[in-house]
């Protein structure tokens, strides 16, 4: 008995299931190279008067001198005497003095400055929170160090900003009282790294280190200066100014004797 022959079906079969999982793309996320998505920004060189030296000051720089505590005395004189004197606010009042607070400073300049002195500067509103800092710093980093941990702080004092800290991720930039204009130092947490050194640029991306320009300079003081109304005599007393007693006749006569 001859055995049934085998016709081939045209039908194709089913394509074999692929064992590797598919990767879903983000087309929302920046790539590691994009700087598009990071907005207008500056990048500074550090100042040329710095030479990376500390100044030596001498040893009694920081004493007090009779006129600093006079002014420190005068200052907290007249603090004292503001609180106490000051009409009573209520909480309508309160609030009507923040908003125009918050009206006058809409947005908030922040340059995160690096340990060769060289800063980044972006514009950010004054509502937003200390984690658009961090991403727009994380994503000027090179793609090799973003993985490390840094953190932005202020000093003096020292204030290390951590979005981990529950007092300074639920507050705006406003609340943490970087109006109008602040400077952040960075540092990665992991000093052992030694990335970021005052020897050499910071780890930007190179197309970010191309970009450096030179800080503006301040402009120049215009005031003129004002005359100092002295007495012509060579006894170098003043005699007469607008909120100053003269010196009596007899005790000019005095001098004039000498």
């Given at each position: 008995?001859?055995?049934?022959?085998?016709?081939?079906?045209?039908?194709?079969?089913?394509?074999?299931?692929?064992?590797?999982?598919?990767?879903?793309?983000?087309?929302?996320?920046?790539?590691?190279?994009?700087?598009?998505?990071?907005?207008?920004?500056?990048?500074?060189?550090?100042?040329?008067?710095?030479?990376?030296?500390?100044?030596?000051?001498?040893?009694?720089?920081l004493d007090p001198t009779a006129?600093?505590?006079?002014?420190?005395?005068?200052?907290?004189?007249?603090?004292?005497?503001?609180?106490?004197?000051?009409?009573?606010?209520?909480?309508?009042?309160?609030?009507?003095?923040?908003?125009?607070?918050?009206?006058?400073?809409?947005?908030?300049?922040?340059?995160?400055?690096?340990?060769?002195?060289?800063?980044?500067?972006?514009?950010?509103?004054?509502?937003?929170?200390?984690?658009?800092?961090?991403?727009?710093?994380?994503?000027?980093?090179?793609?090799?160090?973003?993985?490390?941990?840094?953190?932005?702080?202020?000093?003096?004092?020292?204030?290390?900003?951590?979005?981990?800290?529950?007092?300074?991720?639920?507050?705006?930039?406003?609340?943490?009282?970087?109006?109008?204009?602040?400077?952040?130092?960075?540092?990665?947490?992991?000093?052992?790294?030694?990335?970021?050194?005052?020897?050499?640029?910071?780890?930007?991306?190179?197309?970010?280190?191309?970009?450096?320009?030179?800080?503006?300079?301040?402009?120049?003081?215009?005031?003129?200066?004002?005359?100092?109304?002295?007495?012509?005599?060579?006894?170098?007393?003043?005699?007469?100014?607008?909120?100053?007693?003269?010196?009596?006749?007899?005790?000019?006569?005095?001098?004039?004797?000498?």
């Open positions: 008995m001859d055995a049934p022959t085998t016709q081939s079906s045209d039908i194709a079969s089913p394509p074999t299931p692929s064992t590797e999982p598919e990767i879903a793309s983000a087309p929302n996320d920046p790539k590691p190279d994009d700087l598009s998505s990071l907005g207008d920004f500056k990048f500074y060189n550090a100042p040329q008067d710095f030479d990376g030296r500390p100044v030596e000051l001498p040893p009694n720089f006129a600093d505590l006079r002014a420190a005395q005068d200052s907290l004189s007249a603090r004292a005497r503001s609180l106490n004197e000051r009409p009573l606010m209520t909480q309508k009042l309160r609030d009507e003095k923040e908003t125009n607070r918050r009206n006058r400073w809409p947005t908030v300049t922040i340059r995160v400055r690096f340990a060769s002195r060289m800063q980044l500067e972006k514009v950010f509103p004054s509502n937003d929170h200390i984690k658009s800092v961090y991403r727009f710093v994380r994503g000027c980093l090179r793609v090799d160090v973003r993985a490390h941990k840094f953190v932005l702080y202020q000093t003096p004092p020292r204030r290390d900003l951590k979005v981990s800290d529950p007092a300074t991720k639920d507050k705006d930039l406003f609340d943490l009282q970087l109006v109008p204009s602040s400077i952040l130092w960075f540092r990665f947490l992991d000093e052992e790294l030694n990335l970021d050194t005052p020897d050499f640029p910071p780890p930007l991306h190179p197309e970010i280190l191309s970009r450096a320009i030179d800080l503006p300079r301040p402009p120049p003081d215009l005031t003129p200066e004002q005359p100092s109304q002295t007495s012509s005599s060579s006894s170098g007393i003043k005699v007469g100014g607008p909120g100053e007693k003269k010196i009596p006749k007899w005790l000019l006569a005095g001098l004039k004797k000498k």
